[in-house]
């Protein structure tokens, strides 16, 4: 079993930047694609950006060249840097593992409001 924890959520102004912070209880991570995803109040959760075992990254087409995505298995942790943020931001956004099996974090809320 392994367990997700994202923290670095908040409250930011449009046009700020947050770094969010997803941290895995397990080593085994490293074998791992992460990836974060969002969900607003009655849509479907929606793909942020992945990244795999190896590096490779994927963006949705709405944070191309805002955010970056990035891992440190040294440290079982993934990040999510968000810049220019946008009031569309605003998000409760969950950190995702996948290989053999799937997992998911509680979800950090985001919110971008002037």
């Known amino acids: 079993q392994v367990q997700l924890v994202e923290s670095g959520g908040g409250l930011v102004q449009p046009g700020e930047s947050l770094r969010l912070s997803c941290a895995a209880s397990?080593?085994?991570?490293?074998?791992?694609?992460m990836g974060w995803y969002r969900q607003v109040p009655g849509k479907q959760r929606e793909l942020v950006a992945t990244?795999?075992?190896?590096?490779?990254?994927n963006y949705a087409d709405s944070v191309k060249g805002r955010f970056t995505i990035s891992r440190d298995n040294a440290k079982n942790t993934a990040y999510l840097q968000m810049n220019s943020l946008k009031p569309e931001d605003t998000a409760v956004y969950y950190c995702?593992?996948?290989?053999?099996?799937?997992?998911w974090g509680q979800g950090t809320q985001v919110t971008v409001s002037s």
């Open positions: 990244i795999t075992s190896g590096g490779s990254t």
């Open positions: 995702n593992a996948k290989y053999i099996e799937e997992y």
């Open positions: 397990a080593r085994i991570i490293r074998l791992y694609s």
